[in-house]
């Protein structure tokens, strides 16, 4: 019987027109009205589902196991249930239900614990009339010897002051006995399994003697070693009991301790203990709990309608005493009043509950909601009206060719699509939530603040950012109050509703550059009223109408490119329930939509996470999932730039994706180790390989510069890659490439629990984390913990939180600090690390770079971001040449071996080249999947340059090998014309076109030049 009726006291007006109980006359019947009528009917009354019990009611788990006799236990022991157990070698089956005298929501610590044990197998008439034929005997025990009060009138005293009068403490000051036991009774407990209980009432033992039961712990798993200490964790008692049972099985001793002297141990006055030094306990029995998963499917619910009782039991263990008389029919009827409003029988189980072998259940009931992609990417485009969407997983089917531009040439923009998930409290997604089943308002806050930020120098987080000038101000002339017209700000836009779209107040077209109206996007949701957001057309212009000469930081120019925080206010079955925000940043096109980068943004991002202890790295090494993608990328970039075609591409040195390379690569037996260890040992290594561009990927990095004075030269996979990788060289890995299991290419075929994460995982990993000089989509920011809130969600800024002035030049120190630029994020807080305008900086990362009369680079190789700006692509004329198997093979193969600069329509001469760029973007072709050979002669899939907009003629000559070459001395406009004319009559060579000029793109560092 409960120590304070864990519920509620009732509200005012309440219960005022009840009987008040009388505790003198008939206390058993009273006790049943506060807490039957009273205490449980209020909580009825209130709308609790389901309704649990007044006593006891919050709940460790229950557990399975057996109580066993030794077959000599003594003759004199041999009573009731213990016979029964005794002539059963395999013992008596035992589900046990650990609970704290306390209400779910309060902590563990400071609270009484109790135990109910229902034993099966058990046959014989029992006490209680209504349990005729059940075979089942209760024991119920608790974590303390003695009772707070002697006898039933006081119990019934007790709750009536606490109950009815709402007073406990006037009864307590007058009753300093059951103070004192019931501060002793609230006690904190290791574990629910290294307690010792008490039967703290008397029971009969036969015909004339009386007992008390004591079940003392002898043996269990150990604690978890890194366990939240109880302090910090409420429900500590249910995860350890869960942790130990799972590691093995918990272990006690059943005791009986006989009266021995009348006076001493009276049968009604519960607070006096009897003491074990004038009698001490007896062992009778052990119960065993089986190793098991508490939290099977099931099985807590089977215990919380398990109904315990002292008087469901066999007549030789009869209760004793006035409390023991009064459990009987309080017990009962709160029994009986649960069961009834939960639709539960109101009856003994049958046999005992075996450990199910159904699939763990889940929990359905939605309390929160979040949005994905967490990180949504959208792309700029020239077509006035088209669109597509951005890719939803990160092998979704390719678009069939010619989707990406329209009827007129232009190109279509990539657009976003955002869905949200309903989640349970454990934070699993239950469904997605939609205008079929939900309330949802969208809320986007974009803004563009490149030209009010600070100049790209070099990333501001690596050692080599102390080297280069300094990161001044954008814009340095535009001072005071007008620099806030620098920033394009339209404020927030939202929308609801299914098939909304265009429509003026859904677009951000209110925001102006320098009193310039410039339009950064719009909303519009799907007929399902997921958010759907769409960027700018790629508009980027000088204010004073000047050229751009630079790659990252033109002063006077403004793009269309932005970001910013994602909302959503989410009413689900009339309630609003909280939502976690995403955000949206707008990048340039993707100009090969079906590639990735070796290091994608995803295996930047995850790595972090990794490494700070936010997510998991994988306990077993996928040959598919997680060897094979780096290997693929590198031999798929074979597409867009011809040096790693000769490398890594079909019929190369290192064609990884041959059938019989890729088999033995895929193999884990020591045959192939070396091969392993050479393709792993070829992975770049920035401490052992400085600035070489030999080793793989060659792929320029984050200090790119001629001449090379870093490892960061180039770009090396992620730690976590590496480490993955390393695994897979040692053998450490599963071999599952023939074993054909690959997830839906599909989000609407995977599972809803596996939907989020895979929309997370996709609008990252089409986006580059190689060369942050300064980046194509995003940059360095991205590898720093402290920007995201959770794994792959960015941390908001508040709306009325300003951020400081960090002073007319960005130190590396100011950037990085705790409550610097990277902590918390507004709108246009991540592109505005980016180049402005994009368009100068993706006309700028080629592949190659001579250094003026110094050794040359290959050609081809190193290269920026292939993946996303394509350096050398397989024309449309020499794919239809490639596939023709009439024509002869040497044909063909010098046909599929060619390959056109992708830029070779735009002018040579580098100061042209970056301002054609900002108006013909739009018409440069883009790389896309077409069938190959069916011949086996060449690949059965091609990427091939298509949807060029330019006009046929004058066409620049496919064959043409373009040169980028970086002429130190023309950065002195005095030696500039000389220089350049010099360097190109030396540099040219047959076949080949020179753009020469002074990049500053690839001199970062003073005193280069």
Known sequence: MAVIPASPPPGPGEGENRRAPDCATDPAAALKDMFVDLTQGDRIARGQSPVDRPVFLKQHGTAHGRLTVP???????????????????????????????????????RTTLGIGIKLFGVPGPKLLPADTGADTQDLLLQNHDVFFVDTVRDMCEFTRAGV??????????????????????????????????????????????????????????????????????????????????????????????FRTDPDAMPLDRATVRWEEAASSPVPVARLVLDRQDVQGRGQPEYGSNLAFNPWHTLAEHRPVGSIAEARRDVYQASAARRRDANGIPAAEPGPARGP????????????????????????????????????????????????????????????????????????????????DNAEVRWTV?????????????????????????????????????????????????????RDRADLPELRFDTGTFLGTPVYLGELRTDSAGRLVFLGGRGHSASADHLEATTFANNDGWYDDVCDGPVTAEVRLGGRSIPVEPAWVLVAPPNYAPQLKSVRTMYDLVRDVFVTAGMLPEPAQVSFVRDVLPVLRRLSDLQWVNRGLAALFGHGGREDFLAPDRLAALADPGQRHAELRRQVWSTMRDLDRDGPSPVPWPPVYGDAMSLPPVSARQHVAISPLQSRLLLRWARGEFVADLASGTTAPAELDRLPVAARPAALDRAALSFCLADAFHPGCEITWPMRHPYLYSAPFRIRHRTPDSQERYYGSDLTPEAAQAYDGPLYAQGPGDLTRWMAVPWQTDTASCRSGYYLGFGPRYDPYLPTFWPARVPNQVLTEEDYRAAVDSTRPPEERLAAFERRAPWNRWLPANYQANINAMVKDFGRLGLVERRPGATDGLLPAEMLVESEVSFPAEPAPPLGRNLITLHVPLAADEELRSAALANAAALAKEPDEEVAVGYIDKVSRFPGER
């Open 71 to 109: 077959a000599d236990l003594p003759q004199e022991l041999r009573v009731g249930f213990l016979e029964t157990a005794r002539q059963r070698p395999e013992g008596l089956t035992a589900w046990v239900r650990f609970s704290s005298d306390t209400v779910p929501s309060r902590p563990d610590p």
């Open 164 to 257: 009815v009068d709402h007073d406990y403490e006037s009864y307590l000051r007058d009753h300093p006995v059951t103070r004192q036991i019931l501060d002793a009774m609230a006690k904190t407990e290791e574990s629910v399994l290294t307690a010792t209980y008490w039967g703290v009432l008397p029971y009969g033992f036969g015909a004339d003697r009386t007992v008390k039961y004591k079940l003392s712990p002898a043996g269990c798993a150990s604690a978890e070693p890194d366990a939240t200490p109880p302090d910090e964790n409420p429900g500590y008692l249910a995860a350890d009991l869960a942790h130990r049972l799972a590691e093995g099985e918990a272990v006690f001793d059943l005791l009986v301790q």
């Open 356 to 435: 199910s072998t159904e699939p763990q259940g889940r929990d359905n009931r939605i309390v929160r909601a979040a949005i994905h992609p967490a990180i949504g990417v959208a792309r700029v485009g020239d077509s006035a009206g088209e669109f597509f969407l951005a890719p939803e997983t990160e092998d979704e089917p390719a678009l069939p060719t010619g989707s990406y531009k329209d009827a007129a040439g232009a190109l279509k923009r990539q657009a976003v699509r955002f869905r949200v998930y309903g989640c349970n409290a454990a934070g699993e997604p239950v469904a997605e939530l939609t205008a």
């Open 445 to 497: 806050h974009v803004a563009n603040k490149k030209a009010a930020w600070y100049q790209f120098q070099l990333a501001l987080d690596i050692p080599e950012a102390a080297q280069a000038e300094k990161s001044q101000l954008r814009n340095p002339k535009v001072t005071g109050e007008q620099r806030a017209g620098l920033v394009i700000d339209p404020g927030p836009r939202s929308v609801r509703g």
